[in-house]
């Protein structure tokens, strides 16, 4: 596609249930990142996939978060037994995979999580 | 870790006029990128400039240029002749060198431009 796409928009559950967020990333863009901005805040890593392998996950905060890339290019951050503290924007960004300064990362539009 | 520090939560400037927001940030690493990106309302994150730790001229993008300080770690952007659309919150970000290298943000400054 033309950019980064994050679906849904906006999404409101009920404290403990599951909810998954999608993100497409450009076409061709090897690198996929899961950021996480909560009110007031600047964008926290998450996770960071090459490919369809997970190559740092360090920023994910407990085991109830969980993201996949199966086959390389859709990408969901998964979210079991949420909190009131999960609420923020879910960013996701993607790029191609040199590390050079030029290699611009390009996000999305995040996903609003509200959780009540 | 890397930190990144932004101590203006908030700035004001006049259509037309020149605004400087500040950054600074902390790092044991010598080669490192930075950047800083607008972030409108519609939450996309937007690259507006970045610069090379090495490189000691400083990075120019239209009206955005940067003052980048290596030795006091400090990385301050310039917004000449300001224009209303450029009201956003602006952050900004290292970045280490390398593949797999996330981006980390200072906890931003949101710029209000009036007439």
């Known amino acids: 596609g033309a950019g980064v796409s994050q679906t849904p928009s906006n999404k409101v559950t009920e404290k403990g249930k599951y909810v998954e967020l999608r993100c497409d990333p450009i076409?061709?863009?090897?690198?996929l990142y899961w950021y996480r901005q909560s009110l007031g805040q600047g964008p926290e890593f998450l996770i960071y996939?090459?490919?369809?392998?997970?190559?740092?996950d360090s920023g994910l905060p407990n085991d109830r978060f969980f993201a996949v890339r199966p086959e390389g290019s859709v990408s969901t951050l998964k979210i079991q037994r949420t909190e009131r503290g999960d609420s923020a924007v879910y960013l996701c960004?993607?790029?191609?995979?040199?590390?050079?300064?030029?290699?611009?990362?390009?996000f999305g539009q995040g996903t609003r999580l509200t959780v009540v | 870790a890397q930190t990144v520090t932004q101590s203006q939560p908030e700035m004001s400037v006049q259509e037309a006029e020149t605004v400087t927001l500040s950054c600074t940030y902390d790092?044991?690493?010598?080669?490192?990128?930075l950047f800083w990106y607008k972030q409108p309302p519609s939450r996309q994150m937007i690259l507006v400039i970045r610069?090379?730790?090495?490189?000691?001229q400083n990075a120019t993008e239209n009206r955005f240029s940067v003052n980048f300080q290596k030795a006091a770690k400090s990385f301050s952007l310039k917004i000449s002749d300001s224009q209303l659309g450029d009201a956003a919150m602006y952050f900004c970000?290292?970045?280490?060198?390398?593949?797999?290298?996330?981006?980390?943000f200072g906890t931003g400054t949101r710029l209000q431009v009036t007439l």
């Open positions: 996939f090459q490919g369809t392998g997970a190559a740092d």
């Open positions: 076409s061709g863009h090897t690198a």
């Open positions: 610069q090379e730790a090495y490189k000691q």
């Open positions: 970000a290292y970045r280490r060198p390398g593949t797999a290298s996330k981006l980390t």
């Open positions: 960004a993607s790029s191609l995979s040199s590390g050079s300064i030029s290699t611009e990362a390009f």
């Open positions: 790092t044991s690493e010598s080669d490192y990128y």
